[in-house]
């Protein structure tokens, strides 16, 4: 039996150093795939089954790496949160001023939205579910870094605010608690713009279906971050 030397001096077994690995490489194998699926197919579209066969395992190992469905979409949506926070970081980088850094932020949230309507879809899946249902269902491990990956993406909207009050070009009270208004309500805003269309009163009074480009979602998701923070 090998054995690795632990940086406290004990001796732990290899082969269970291992198997940890393996385990590991397996998780994100079914994240990875997870994913890929999401972007493919879309969230409502993919079971279980989809990931195992993708992975080319039986849908029971999975049940042996995930609590369930929910803590396989939430550490999926980690990897999104993951690439929504680099991309809003750029997006501030690119500017100078607090106002303009905060619709170039919202302007890159909504872009990544629309790219990845999965990410939209995986977010609400879950933000529909009641918060200690929720708890119930995933793992606290994985809520940690769901938590961690959401929190980072919320940063980078809140330093925003808080130059921007510093500044004097903003007035917000609580920064964080207008990130996480900007967050949920982004995600309706790019469900309403995947659909595509407004419903509106015609002249007749008999309601009618407008045409609604997912440009001006966005322009209006910019144009209300910036009212909601007085600039």
């Known amino acids: 039996m090998t054995s690795v030397q632990r940086p406290d001096g004990r001796q732990t077994d290899g082969r269970r150093t291992a198997a940890a690995a393996r385990r590991r490489e397996r998780r994100r194998e079914i994240i990875q795939a997870t ?13 279980i089954e989809d990931v195992a066969r993708s992975v ?20 999926t949506l ?8 680099e991309r809003l970081r750029e997006a501030v980088k690119s500017r100078r ?3 303009t850094q905060l619709a ?11 790219e990845f309507p999965a990410f939209v879809d995986c977010a609400l899946t879950l933000m529909r579910r009641p918060g200690a249902e929720l ?8 809520m940690f870094k769901l938590g961690r990956g959401i929190t980072g993406c919320m940063e980078q909207l809140a330093d925003v605010v808080r130059r921007g009050n510093d500044s004097g070009e903003m007035r917000v009270e609580d920064p964080y608690q207008l990130a996480n208004t900007l967050y949920a309500a982004g995600l309706g805003s790019l469900q309403l713009a995947r659909l595509g269309i407004t419903v509106r009163p015609s002249s007749s009074g008999l309601p009618t279906v407008v045409p609604l480009p997912a440009e001006q979602v966005k322009n209006y998701m ?8 007085g600039a």
């Open 97 to 99: 001023k607090p106002q």
């Open 104 to 114: 170039a932020a919202v302007e890159a949230f909504a872009d990544f939205g629309i």
């Open 222 to 229: 910019v144009d209300a971050a910036l009212a909601l923070a």
């Open 78 to 85: 980690v990897g999104y949160t993951e690439e929504l926070e």
């Open 56 to 75: 080319g395992i039986n849908r029971a190992i999975i049940y042996r790496h995930f609590s369930g469905k929910e803590e396989l979409f939430a550490l």
């Open 135 to 142: 708890l119930e269902e995933v793992s606290e491990s994985a």
């Open 35 to 47: 994913r890929e699926l999401f972007d493919e197919r879309g969230v409502r579209d993919v079971q």
